[in-house]
């Protein structure tokens, strides 16, 4: 018997509905004669929830300019709205990631509100001590890791004001990356840098209420380009396990150097519990910023395989790790490409719920390499995106939001309302 008949998926806009269903019915047949629960997978797809940063709504540009895209929100009340939009039509996200100073919200109370509203909640916290941005000190030789007490107080004092206004908004956690480091040999003394941001991350982490967590960024290089205070995971676990249970290792997708292992890295961490979350995004040389999904989706995948396993088997919970965008909008629509990344993101996790766990397990032990291989290409080469589509669904959400997008012309009722040359807070 078809497993989905019966299933009337109530879409909101006019698509192929006959072509879903027929897609979803074949897809589940086969599923299930692989031992695969379809509506279970519908279920965890639905659940997931990953957060956009407030920083993603306009156009990012690189240091050689910047291209406006039009009607991108003016200030934090319409990037909740865009937040919002996105929200409804693809049911796969239901938080904002704020950036302190750019997002200060002058009323927190208001700005709860709003988000609420709109069915936002707020995620982790990221304070911002790689720029100057109007404070009496200069972050030019660093933060947390500068070689003036002075500066490094003024540091601290920072991150414990991001944490004061997170509490007012609810947040339960704190981002930090640091753009510390040195551009010459010889330029800083490179142990007591990395004490100095252990000893100011020691202060921070003692300003966290108990049910926060620390999420420590790494970064090989840029904007320092020969030494970076926390560059890699190792270093950033290092630091976690002097500052206590709560800090915990974030994987920046684009923070490392070409061709890392990264679903190693992830898997390393899950193993000491140290894995905080990640900033999703895809690269093809450094920190691209690109869209998740566009350049290396099968690294994405595994990655979720080792994410999947990881909590299987009690590395580490599940609802332990953090998920969020963190990707920079050049040329690209930045709702459409949010709208591509988190189902890029619900594809990877898709496909990686469809390895056959106990196969797998049977390839390793008995060193059936090529076994090994098929079971994770089965699932990766798997076409998921009915399962993906039927999640956003029944969630309420639009069968095709990039298409419900265009068609109801966002983009440009968002120029109507904000003009052309709207330019987001910080960017
Ligand atoms: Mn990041």
């Known amino acids: 018997m078809n497993p989905i008949q019966g299933l009337k998926s109530p879409f909101l806009y006019p698509m192929n509905t006959d ?41 990012g540009g690189t240091r050689f300019g910047r291209f406006s895209i039009g009607g991108e929100p003016r200030n934090l009340e319409e990037k909740l709205e865009d937040i919002g939009l996105l929200a409804k039509l693809t049911k796969r996200t239901d938080a904002v990631s704020l950036h302190i100073p ?104 003692g300003g966290m209420p108990a049910d926060w967590k620390l999420l420590l960024e790494y970064k090989p290089y840029e904007p320092n380009f020969y030494h970076t205070v926390i560059p890699d995971w190792g270093t950033s676990a290092l630091i976690c396990r002097h500052l206590g249970d709560r800090a915990k290792v974030l994987v920046d997708l684009g923070h490392h150097l070409p061709n890392t292992n990264i679903e190693q890295i992830v898997a390393t961490l899950m193993h000491q519990n140290l894995l905080a979350g990640f900033h999703f995004n895809d690269s093809k040389y450094g920190d691209d910023d690109l869209s998740t999904g566009s350049v290396k989706p099968y690294q994405l ?27 920079s909008h050049n040329t690209k629509d930045p709702l459409e490409d949010l709208i591509q990344a988190l189902e890029a993101i619900s594809q990877a996790y898709a496909k990686a719920l469809l390895i056959d766990r106990e196969k797998l397990t049977q390839c390793q032990a008995s060193g059936d390499v090529v076994g090994a291989q098929d079971v994770l290409q089965e699932a990766f080469l798997t076409d998921v995106r009915p399962l993906v589509r039927e999640a956003r669904i029944q969630s309420g959400g639009e069968g095709d939001p990039l298409a419900f997008y265009r068609s109801e012309k966002i983009r440009e009722k968002l120029i109507a309302k904000r003009g052309k040359n709207a330019q987001a807070s910080g960017l």
């Not at 879903?20 to 031992?35: I, N, P």
């Open 19 to 59: 072509f879903h269903l027929r897609s979803l019915s074949l897809l589940s047949e086969q599923l299930t004669e692989k031992g695969i629960d379809t509506f279970k997978v519908i279920s965890q797809i639905s659940t997931f929830q990953i957060a956009v940063p407030s920083w993603a709504l306009g156009a």
């Open 102 to 205: 750019w997002d200060i919200p002058q009323d927190a109370e208001a700005i709860k509100q709003k988000a609420a509203s709109l069915g936002i909640g707020f995620d982790a916290m990221n304070s911002n001590t790689f720029q100057d941005y109007g404070q009496p000190l200069s972050y030019k030789m660093g933060s947390l890791s500068n070689s003036d007490a002075a500066v490094r107080a003024q540091a601290v004092e920072h991150n414990l004001q991001v944490i004061e206004i997170g509490k007012s908004l609810g947040s339960k956690g704190l981002t930090v990356w640091l753009a510390d480091g040195s551009n010459f040999p010889g330029q800083a003394h490179i142990r007591k840098a990395l004490q100095w941001t252990t000893d100011s991350l020691k202060e921070i982490y």
């Open 301 to 327: 995948f595994l990655i979720f395989c080792e994410l999947i396993g990881g909590s299987a088997e009690g590395a580490q919970a599940w609802d332990s790790i953090s998920w969020m965008i963190d990707a």
